[in-house]
């Protein structure tokens, strides 16, 4: 009986022929489109609504108006759910296959699990289109430069729960330098000014003296809530005319751009702060990936030993790191007493801080990611004021949990196996 020859052994400096790839695919995908679709399903089975639902694409502003679509409720939400059936299940066929589910099908996946809903929801009713995406739009700024912040401290190494105290103390700030000097521009100014020195006090203890940066970010949080609120009712409150009444940064349409239909009202009829919004996503993105300066930073992020050794001071680029993604944060929250309410409110950011940082994640630590994960978020915090207004059937209590419901399946569901910065969260001690 003859035996088979062994293998020949590799030689020194050469890789065998034998070594095999491993690919690592994550079965949440299918699992949470299986999970929507389910939901969907069982909302149109056991709640069926009467009615054709009429989405409103147009504006009197516009160039011309789009006509509104008219669709039967129950009829469109079936089609979407056989839809989404097709699309879990060739997600499923990927997974056992050992593929990923490609990012473009879970957005046209998204997309229909919307309209569906949204048929369902609005049956019998007209729902405006226009001021959902533009809502959406402005109620997730605050996000946006949130996240952004939070992008740039994690990828110089620097892990920023205190997100959400920036943004505070920025809201905070813009109110007050904005009543004092009598202009929005300047509260703009010191907002990012607060949201700075909050970022300051974060690298001195997580960089400097390697407290460790999770609980230093929460302790933030805690302290410039307190802080606030003392500051509100001690000194603004008493003199809310002089401290606590802020020039408002009104809409302003851009001209020819706004009376686009759909898209105008949208992205061109919003506050100076939102145009300033698209310009800063626009320069940290170009910048993080196409400038030495990004390139240092996340070299510092990922491997600061490598770093240093080339000659970067990983220290120095951590703290200008922070503070600016401090100063960026800093300006959601001036969106918030400059736009939104035009005065400072205890606690008015709401936790959403928190979200900006589960955009972070959920946008893989990219700055375009980051902003579409964050415009989500804005999107379920709006769709649950605009589905109260029309009358929709579903529970409030659902509505108002819908915005964490979505950022809970978001990062929990459809991020899969996700990498953050190597070096993040680790202090450097230079050796």
């Not at 669709?71 to 079936?78: D, E, K, L, S």
């Not at 959920?362 to 700055?367: L, Q, Y």
Request: charged share 10%; hydrophobic share 55%; proline share 6%.
């Amino acid at each position: 009986m003859s035996t088979p020859a062994p293998a020949p052994a590799s030689s020194p400096g050469t890789v065998s022929a034998d070594l095999e790839v491993i690919t690592v695919v994550s079965k949440k995908t299918p699992i949470v489109l299986a999970v929507v679709t389910l939901a969907l399903a069982a909302a149109a089975l056991f709640g069926p609504q009467e009615g054709d639902t009429t989405f409103r694409l147009a504006t009197r502003n516009d160039f011309f108006e789009l006509p509104n679509v008219t669709v039967p409720a129950m009829g469109t939400t079936w089609t979407m759910v056989v839809l989404l059936a097709l699309i879990t299940a060739e997600s499923t066929r990927r997974y056992l296959r050992t593929r990923t589910t490609p990012v473009w099908l879970v957005v046209v996946f998204a997309i229909l699990a919307m309209i569906g809903f949204l048929a369902w929801a609005a049956a019998g009713s007209t729902l405006p289109v226009v001021g959902l995406i533009a809502g959406s739009i402005a109620l997730a700024v605050p996000l946006v430069f949130g996240a952004l912040g939070g992008v740039l401290g994690e990828r110089a190494g620097v892990v920023n729960i205190a997100i959400d105290g920036q943004l505070l103390a920025g809201a905070f700030a813009a109110a007050m330098v904005a009543s004092v000097i009598g202009s929005s521009w300047a509260g703009v100014v010191g907002a990012m000014a607060a949201g700075a020195l909050v970022a300051l006090i974060l690298g001195v203890f997580a960089i400097s003296y390697y407290v460790e940066q999770v609980i230093v970010g929460v302790v933030l949080n805690v302290l410039i809530i307190g802080f606030t609120s003392f500051m509100f009712g001690q000194v603004l409150a008493p003199n809310a005319e002089a401290l606590n009444s802020p020039p408002r940064l009104a809409p302003y349409a851009i001209p020819v751009l706004g009376d686009i239909p759909l898209i105008g009202p949208v992205l061109f009829r919003q506050s100076p702060i939102v145009y300033l919004l698209y310009v800063t996503v626009a320069v940290v993105a170009w910048a993080l990936y196409r400038t030495k300066w990004g390139l240092r930073v996340r070299a510092v992020g990922e491997h600061p030993k490598a770093a240093d050794t080339v000659g970067i001071n990983v220290i120095a680029t951590r703290y200008r790191t922070l503070l600016l993604g401090g100063a960026i944060a800093g300006m959601g929250g001036a969106f918030y007493t400059l736009v939104s309410v035009q005065q400072f409110n205890r606690e008015m950011t709401g936790g959403a801080g928190y979200i900006a940082l589960a955009a972070v994640i959920f946008g893989k630590w990219d700055p375009i990611r980051a902003t579409l994960a964050a415009l989500l978020f804005g999107f379920a915090s709006n769709l649950q004021g605009v589905l109260s207004v029309i009358g929709s059937p579903v529970p409030s209590e659902f509505m108002l949990m819908l915005p964490y419901i979505v950022t809970v399946v978001a990062v929990a569901g459809l991020v899969g196996i996700s990498r953050g910065p190597a070096a993040v969260g680790l202090p450097y001690r230079k050796s």
